[in-house]
């Protein structure tokens, strides 16, 4: 028991020189922090209050979080701190380079319209262990997608309404991202231009790119492991290919989209589709639309399109659905809820 006291005293005594204190920080981290914090309210701003220079327990600092066992810094959430009053900025990237071990970060919403630094001197080393990032909200241009191909540990990328625009190439891809959101931004073309060598590698699994001005997505067979798609709020007439071969994608939201017959007819070819939204669709759902012989959908929204009750038929043969959403479709008079194995509990068809 003596030699185990002895040598946490000799540890607790080698971290302390190393500059972190019970409840504290890395000294580095901690300078670092109140960098960003005057970076932040450049040049009048009061945010982050707690965030104070005579205070060594900046793990205890709003917005902060610190590890258990190293002190360091694994999570800064600075969203709409900077007040949008000062207009748009540039961020020095290079003062996250003290912090190794950050795991997630968000800059939301703080009007930022780009990333700068030293080209070279920390590319390789700042955030590398950073796994989920939210740019969202800000005003980033094309050119925050090259500046972040080196964040190898990345799994989650939040870009929704920035500025991004025109064609985006996801040749350079982070080979670890699993999420990727690009909703709100101005994107007509989305492709990936990898070779058929690479797809293997690539684990994206979640892609959210509604409300954009899309005229063609393709190339998404280079997304194999895909499961979710959100591609709500576009215009997709004659210019989604590839669709079929998305045999891992569980679950489509295609809500308020300009669809042609093809692509409707196409859904029929997603085996593992057991999720689909088509809310409000821009276009004419036909009665013997491919989706409507899945054989493992379990959910399907219609609401907010015109049939007639005829649908109930071609209903009636998907065996494996539980819910089904038909509000406001104009449907009347005598409704077969006990058509096919729809769970009467989760019809939903109010006019």
């Not at 901690?30 to 009048?44: E, G, H, S, V």
């Not at 996250?96 to 780009?114: C, E, K, V």
């Not at 300009?258 to 809310?279: K, V």
């Not at 013997?288 to 071609?314: C, H, M, P, R, W």
Request: hydrophobic share 40%; net charge negative.
């Amino acid at each position: 028991m003596r030699l185990l006291l002895q040598l946490l005293t000799v540890f607790v005594m080698a971290v302390s020189l190393q500059g972190w204190l019970p409840l504290g920080c890395l000294e580095e981290e901690r300078i670092a922090l109140l960098q960003l914090k005057d970076a932040l309210n450049y040049p009048n701003g009061t945010s982050l209050p707690s965030w104070r220079k005579g205070d060594a327990h900046c793990c205890s600092w709003e917005r902060v979080e610190c590890s258990n066992i190293t002190g360091q810094v694994t999570m800064i959430d600075l969203g709409s701190v900077r007040n949008q009053e000062q207009g748009d900025w540039f961020l020095n990237a290079s003062l996250f380079l003290p912090f190794q071990q950050l795991n997630t970060l968000s800059l939301s919403d703080n009007r930022i319209a780009g990333l700068v630094g030293k080209k070279g001197t920390y590319e390789s080393r700042i955030l590398s262990n950073l796994e989920h990032l939210n740019l969202g909200f800000n005003h980033f241009n094309n050119s925050i997608l090259s500046f972040l191909k080196g964040f190898s540990s990345l799994k989650s990328l939040y870009l929704g309404d920035n500025k991004l625009e025109g064609l985006i190439d996801l040749k350079e891809s982070l080979s670890s991202l699993e999420d990727l959101d690009l909703s709100g931004n101005n994107i007509n073309k989305l492709i990936a231009s990898r070779g058929p060598s690479n797809l293997s590698t690539l684990r994206l699994e979640d892609i959210t790119i509604y409300e954009n001005s899309f005229q063609l997505l393709q190339s998404l067979g280079a997304f194999p492991k895909l499961t979710t798609l959100y591609l709500s709020y576009n215009d997709f007439r004659g210019r989604i290919s590839e669709l079929q071969n998305l045999t891992s994608l569980e679950e489509l939201y295609l809500d308020r989209c300009f669809l042609d017959n093809n692509i409707i007819q196409s859904l029929g070819a997603l085996p593992s589709l057991n999720y689909l939204s088509l809310q409000a669709l821009s276009s004419i759902v036909p009665s013997g639309a491919g989706f409507l012989y899945l054989k493992n959908l379990e959910y399907l929204d219609l609401s907010y399109n015109t049939f007639n009750n005829s649908i109930f038929q071609a209903i009636g043969m998907m065996t494996s659905l539980k819910t089904l959403m038909l509000q406001s479709c104009g449907l009347e008079g005598r409704i077969p809820t006990a058509q096919g194995k729809v769970d009467d509990s989760t019809l939903s068809f109010p006019l």
